[in-house]
């Protein structure tokens, strides 16, 4: 059920329009991130530093020191089912699992992966995991970011905690050059990563320096930091990104901040089901993230404004059947398949004209009011079912 059958015109009038100031954004600390259906993180960066070290003892102990990294190309090679030289999230697993005998480390092994595809690829190059791994010259830096996001999206707040890191850019920027230089880059950032229990050396912010200057300016930009720390989000998820906005906009050229509101659905989360937040507190949180930052939402989100939003919700979920199942439930989107499978859209048990029955889903229900049978059976005709009577639990209407 959508959120436009839990709010009032007038309460989502009053919700895009509140001081975001004044409004809350972070839920029951340690829980539930701010992004949902209930994405709860349990993977602990110590458990993922175990893993790594162990994975790398095992590689030498089996290949001898000298030869591990070439241990690790012919295991890539053997798991490498379309031989591009790459290996997606399950082919690492299986590798990490039927190779390397780390069965019961799911959480811990997906965790690892999350942290060397730094770039959000959803991919993994074997001469990049082979330097990060072994530590060679030009890696732990990088290797530093993944931990950074994994301490970050492991606090309670997930997306606003790494929204208010992309935030520390103006105190980093003590010159108020609007960006950063190679020493505000050595004295402040390396403050800031000894604030999350990493310390670099001189050496290792020279890489990372290297590697957020994308521009080779000999400055750091905004833009630049921000893409540094969050990573960026794979075509896979900017598809379903760009999904959610075509049913959001239904056409239109814009999506205002009241569309927004009364489409997005809230009862999915698991704090409004167990009574710790409101329902309208929980659209409150979602409606106050469009006003962090550098750009300000009072109005309208266009498709590059919304695709911005999720490449920081991204950056908080390590796992595309978590995204996926995110999205659809949030924005009713049909389809999935497995663990992401939609399961927010509206099921009726419909009575087709032959007399048989079956269990069908409104593949466009937003905005839906469930007591209104007549339009339930209109959008179960657009699907090409025709019911002679539809029920929901006890209700029923010929």
Known sequence: MGSSSKHSQAEVDAIIKADPTKISVVPVPGKVHDVWPGYITTVDPSRVDRVQAALRTKLETMGGFDEAPRLVKKLFADCDVDGDGTIVESEFIKLMVTKMNFSGYDSDVKALFARFDVDRSGKLEVGEFCSMLFNEPGSRATTSIGKVREILTKRAGGVTSLKSLGLQFKLLDTEKSGGLSRVEMEEGFAKFMRGYGITLSRNEIDELFKMFDKDNSGSISYDEFLLGIRGGMNDYRKDLVRQAYDVISDGA????????????DVSGNPLVKSGKISAADCLRAFIAHWHLGETKHTDSVNLEDFL????????SI????????????????????????NTAN??????????????????????????????IKRRLYSQGIRARMVSIKDASQI
Do not use: C, P
Request: charged fraction near 30%; proline fraction near 0%; hydrophobic fraction near 35%.
């Open 253 to 264: 050229s814009i999506v205002t901040m009241e569309m927004l509101a009364k489409k997005y």
């Open 308 to 315: 911005e939003y999720y490449e920081w919700v991204s950056a």
């Open 318 to 341: 390590d796992r595309d059947d978590y995204f996926e199942l995110m999205i659809r439930n949030a924005w009713h989107i049909s389809g999935g398949e497995g663990w992401a499978q």
């Open 346 to 375: 509206l099921r009726v048990l419909v009575t087709h004209e032959d007399g048989h029955q079956s269990v069908e889903e409104i593949k466009n229900d937003l905005g839906l009011d469930r007591n209104d049978f007549q339009e």
